[in-house]
């Protein structure tokens, strides 16, 4: 859902201070979900695994990427 409302409404969500606010809390989100990454779930279930390691690397990337963007775009609320 997040994807589609980035797609069709980018516009309100850069230049207003609801979208804004949804954009500080969908940061907030992505960023809880790579903290939950690495301190919720046991390293057990991708450790010395080839795949399953190298697709923790690139999801983390991922939230790290999507959460840094969200909270660039709601930093706006705070200047």
Known sequence: MDGI??????????????????C???????????????FGYS?????KKRFETSIHIIFAILWTYISSIFLFISWKLWQ
Not at 24 to 38: A, D, H, M, S, T
Not at 43 to 47: A, G, H, N
């Open 24 to 38: 500080l809390g969908l940061g907030i989100f992505w960023l809880l979900r790579l903290y939950v990454q690495f």
């Open 5 to 22: 409302l980035c797609v069709t409404s980018y516009t309100e969500l850069v230049e207003t201070t609801l979208g804004n606010k949804i």
């Open 43 to 47: 390293s057990e279930l991708w450790r």
